[in-house]
T-cell receptor, first 115, second 110 residues
Framework: DAGVTQSPTHLIKTRGQHVTLRCSPI?????VSWYQQVLGQGPQFIFQ???????GRGNFPDRFSARQFPNYSSELNVNALLLGDSALYLC??????????????FGQGTRLTVV | DAKTTQPNSMESNEEEPVHLPCNHS???????IHWYRQLPSQGPEYVIH???SNVNNRMASLAIAEDRKSSTLILHRATLRDAAVYYC???????????FGPGTRLSVLP
């Protein structure tokens, strides 16, 4: 079975540009979460979507937005890119919206470099 | 969000047991204890989780203190493939917003 797939794997953008990152969850999983991982740190929660509705939002500026499609795939959009947005962006999927009882499955991530 | 503290790094010899500690003194009654690990150039991978009782699975064991203020992830026989950053995370169970700290970098020596 295919795991969580993210595209693209690597991306280079210029300051001020916009970027869209994509995530396909494991088949049957309806929950998708996004995380940002800056080099040397643990992942930081950005958003969670379940059944196309936002279920949680981390402490990130409004330049960050996301959505989930009817097939449960998801997009993360970042506007007006800053150098500090350079990071590994991770997507995680789960069969349920709650994290306590169930594991989350992470993709390999998209490495975004802002120059 | 409840916080956890872990040693920055640990070292183990191959085929020996490894005990990775985690302190979570402010844990609430509804917080689940999760462990994930991240191998180089990969996304985090689920290891194990528990609430109050000790847990075992094919990858590891989780020992939870009686007062739940600390826990220990046990790898019974470390292999070179277990070299990774191990994260101890508390989750209240209502969402997927895992709060990752810096984790423990485990090195396994041949």
């Amino acid at each position: 079975d295919a795991g969580v797939t993210q595209s693209p794997t690597h991306l280079i953008k210029t300051r001020g540009q916009h970027v869209t990152l994509r995530c396909s969850p494991i088949s049957g999983h309806k929950s998708v979460s996004w995380y940002q991982q800056v080099l040397g740190q643990g992942p930081q929660f950005i958003f969670q979507y379940y059944e196309k509705e936002e279920r949680g939002r981390g402490n990130f500026p409004d330049r960050f937005s996301a959505r989930q499609f009817p097939n449960y795939s998801s997009e993360l959009n970042v506007n007006a890119l800053l150098l500090g947005d350079s990071a590994l962006y991770l997507c995680a999927s789960s069969s349920v919206p709650t994290g306590g009882l169930h594991e989350a499955f992470f993709g390999q991530g998209t490495r975004l470099t802002v120059v | 969000d409840a916080k956890t503290t872990q040693p920055n790094s640990m070292e183990s010899n191959e085929e020996e047991p490894v005990h990775l500690p985690c302190n979570h003194s402010t844990i609430s009654g509804t917080d689940y204890i999760h462990w994930y690990r991240q191998l180089p150039s990969q996304g985090p991978e689920y290891v194990i989780h528990g609430l109050t009782s000790n847990v075992n699975n094919r990858m590891a064991s989780l020992a939870i203190a009686e007062d739940r203020k600390s826990s220990t992830l046990i790898l019974h026989r470390a292999t070179l493939r277990d070299a990774a950053v191990y994260y101890c995370i508390l989750n209240e169970g209502y969402g997927q917003n895992f709060v990752f700290g810096p984790g423990t970098r485990l090195s396994v020596l041949p």
